[in-house]
């Protein structure tokens, strides 16, 4: 099967790949172009520490072919973390010690940006709901939503994209 | 020189937190390096069978296939973890020689240039086998007849010449015969897979120098180290091995499985050496916490002292012991709960069947043998009408009251720690209880 070559938006900027037919969005971030934070779980949907988010939505890049995503922008963990200091996601989760080993935390930040996004002030049952699909065996969730509740909070303070 | 020691009574900061929360932390699978092989296994389909050929010649013209190694290659092929602390006899093979034991053990590794090459190629490897009875249950595989596990004929461990770890304290039939009630249990639980999210993994890099830098997630660095240098037969400091950061453990990473054959492939190839495990690797062939059943006969009298425990338990160690063996010397140990009883009886079997290898996870040994126990002590306080505390405090270990393996108990504290969690729990507990504390008995209270 030929490669064909696909382009889409990595953050701000355009990248361009060579794949082969079927080639997940997470082999491309992860073997092509070094973007490691996308982590490698299962490789079948079933862990959440693969989730980028496309055109604003999350998706499991495990199960997603690069060639769905030309055109598009996605967002990774590298895209969100500013050049300096902290996105307030990252600051709440580094606070409340929302990670044990740290491998669900890249899956968690990128989960809790997309709902951030949509919904500011999102209850701890919301928050709850929208982590269902990213699975963390160390910590326990709740660190994880209070982390997401306090970055709600933060947010809506007025601290977007202030370096902290 | 020295800073002052300031840390105790405050919230520091983890060093590896900026590095979780922005992706920066390295894992072993994200790293790469130039040249790097991809390693896949193939692995048996069945749960026991004589092995009596591998064919490579359909994987060997795979685009991208470099070379197989199969047990012969091995250096030391026959090897046991726990080696290290005397346990013997070596058990485990590295790679498998002409038995297979349980469904998914480790057979040849192949090793290609891309990880599709090396999985292609794993699928056109032809194995000959002949398929042999299979046993799954402790109990079944200790009956005469059973299906015999191990290489050297027993499908229990022995410990000191005996099938089982056992631990004596007192006569435990002459407390039954005294008891004004015998209360029996038995219980089982499954075993459960660790499942942290990053699965278990190295790439073994050779240097220039002649050396050989292992990243690896094991939990358990020196052992890996040491038991590779035992399989490869090189002098330990041949081997760096880099660890530390491990995407969770739960004791699913301390077993010696990925870094010798992955050191092999770098020596055998002069080239890096990726292997990791997939999602169904993990799950379905890395060891597990073992399957128990664990039977309990206690001779109670009518006003709740428990006087005389027997506990016989199996440990499903699966086809391999790896650390099960210490496994059921801490639940021997612990088994007969911190209750101060006068005859106890503990006979702990480490047990081979077909199922994938058992192992460590999280207190291994003792959480289960507590699952038991502690069910077992409500039913005990079911039978003579009592309530679960006051049993607890009844027969909770003072300072002074032998342990069932004849060590005296120094530091008790399970009377204090009952009353710290009734108050946390905001149960009320009798005055009779609330005054108890563990110091030593008086001889009023005697008998223990």
Redesign the interface.
């Known amino acids: 099967m030929a490669s064909t070559i696909v382009t889409f938006e990595l953050g701000d900027r355009e990248v361009e790949v060579m794949v082969r037919p079927l080639t997940t969005l997470q082999a491309v971030l992860?073997?092509q172009l070094?973007a490691?934070?996308?982590?490698?779980?299962?490789?079948?949907g079933?862990?959440g520490?693969c989730t980028v988010l496309v055109d604003g939505a999350p998706v499991l890049s495990c199960l997603l072919p690069v060639e769905d995503v030309a055109g598009r922008r996605v967002t990774?963990?590298?895209t969100v973390?500013p050049s300096e200091g902290?996105h307030p996601i990252?600051?709440a989760?580094?606070d409340a010690?929302a990670?044990?080993?740290?491998?669900?935390?890249?899956g968690m930040?990128m989960l809790a940006k997309a709902l951030l996004d949509h919904d500011p002030d999102p209850g701890e049952e919301t928050i709850a709901q929208a982590l269902t699909g990213n699975?963390?065996?160390?910590t326990g969730y709740r660190p994880i939503i209070e982390a997401v509740g306090t970055a709600a909070d933060a947010l809506r303070d007025g601290d977007a994209g202030q370096p902290r | 020189m020295s800073a002052p020691l300031n840390v105790v009574g405050r919230s520091v900061d983890r060093s590896d937190g900026i590095g979780h929360v922005t992706g920066r932390t390295l894992y072993t699978g994200d790293r790469t390096f130039p040249g790097m092989l991809h390693l896949r296994m193939v692995r048996s389909p069945v749960h026991h069978a004589r092995l009596r050929g591998i064919d490579l010649s359909a994987a060997e013209r795979v685009p991208g296939f470099v070379r197989a190694l199969t047990a012969g290659d091995v250096p030391h092929n026959r090897y046991t973890i726990l080696s290290l602390i005397g346990v013997e006899p070596e058990e485990e093979f590295v790679l498998a020689e002409d038995r297979v034991r349980f469904k998914g053990e480790a057979i040849a590794a192949v090793l290609a240039e891309t990880e599709e090459a090396a999985l292609e190629a794993v699928s056109k490897v032809r194995l000959d086998l002949e398929e042999l009875p299979a046993v799954f249950d402790v109990e079944e595989a200790l009956r005469p007849g059973a299906p015999v596990v191990t290489h050297w004929g027993s499908n229990t461990f022995m410990y000191e010449g005996h099938p089982c770890r056992r631990v004596r304290l007192g006569d435990v039939e002459a407390g039954f015969a005294q008891a004004d009630h015998i209360v029996e249990g038995v219980y089982n639980t499954s075993p459960i897979e660790q499942a942290p999210i990053e699965t278990t993994g190295c790439i073994a890099v050779p240097e220039a120098n002649g050396r050989y830098t292992v990243y690896t997630n094991t939990q358990a660095l020196y052992f890996s180290l040491d038991n590779t240098a035992i399989i490869l037969q090189v002098p330990g400091n041949r081997l760096h091995f880099v660890g530390g950061t491990v995407g969770g453990g739960f004791g699913g990473k301390v077993d010696v499985i990925v870094e010798p054959i992955a050191t092999l492939a770098a020596m055998r190839t002069n080239r890096p050496v990726r292997y990791v495990y997939s999602r169904s690797e993990e799950m379905q062939v890395s060891s597990t916490r073992s399957a128990w059943r664990i039977y309990f006969k206690d001779g109670v009298m009518n006003d709740g002292r428990i006087i005389a425990r027997k506990v016989t338990s199996y440990a499903d160690s699966g086809a391999y012991s790896r650390q099960t063996p210490y496994s059921l010397t801490k639940h021997a140990a612990n088994v007969g709960g911190p209750y101060a009883i006068p005859n106890v009886s503990i006979d702990a079997y480490c047990v081979y069947t077909n199922r994938q290898p058992s192992s460590a996870m999280r207190g291994f040994g003792v959480t289960m043998g507590s699952f038991a126990l502690e069910v077992q002590m409500d039913k005990i306080a079911e039978v003579v009408g009592l309530d679960p505390w006051t049993i607890r405090f009844l027969n909770a270990y003072r300072n002074g009251d032998l342990k069932p393996h004849r060590k005296p108990a120094e530091d008790a504290t399970l009377i204090e720690t009952m009353q710290a969690a009734a108050a946390l729990v905001g149960h009320e507990l009798p005055a009779e209880l609330l005054a108890m504390t563990s110091a030593p008995r008086t001889d009023r209270e005697g008998g223990r």
């Open positions: 992860r073997g070094g490691t934070a996308t982590k490698e779980g299962c490789r079948q079933g862990c520490s990774t963990l590298e973390t902290l990252q600051q989760f580094l010690n990670y044990q080993c740290g491998y669900c935390t890249p930040v699975v963390c065996r160390c």
